[in-house]
């Protein structure tokens, strides 16, 4: 019903930012809370941080918070993750993921592919 793709992800050094983005389709994509998610080599996915389906209550993992901001654009179906400040341990796969407002991954429906984020020292 909702087909996600993430995109923006790359090789950075540490202090340095990036701006993952979603394209999503779908007739619901509206409807859905919003999430990130990220895994790395040999660990379990991580929850990042998610935003309702009007855009607002944003919220984010502690180990992000002050650095991340999530937001939307539903006119253009549109998520995106501004990462600011990065560091080595934030390198990852990074998930989209659309489904209830929830740090739970399997509060999630749909799924990107994913995006690698590199950041080195």
């Known amino acids: 019903q909702v087909r996600l793709v993430e995109f923006g992800g790359g090789l950075v050094q540490a202090g340095g930012s990036l701006r993952l983005s979603c394209a999503a389709s779908g007739r619901s994509f509206s409807r859905h809370a919003m999430g990130w998610f990220r895994q790395a080599p040999g660990k379990e996915r991580e929850f990042v941080s998610t935003v309702s389906w009007s855009g607002g209550s944003p919220f984010y993992s502690d180990s992000v918070k002050g650095r991340f901001i999530i937001s939307r654009d539903n006119a253009k179906d549109m998520v995106y993750l501004q990462m600011n400040s990065l560091k080595p341990e934030d390198t990852a796969v990074y998930y989209c993921?659309?489904?209830?407002?929830?740090?739970?991954?399997?509060?999630?429906?749909?799924w990107g592919q994913g995006t690698q984020v590199t950041v080195s020292s």
């Open positions: 993921a659309a489904g209830g407002l929830s740090d739970y991954a399997r509060d999630y429906d749909y």
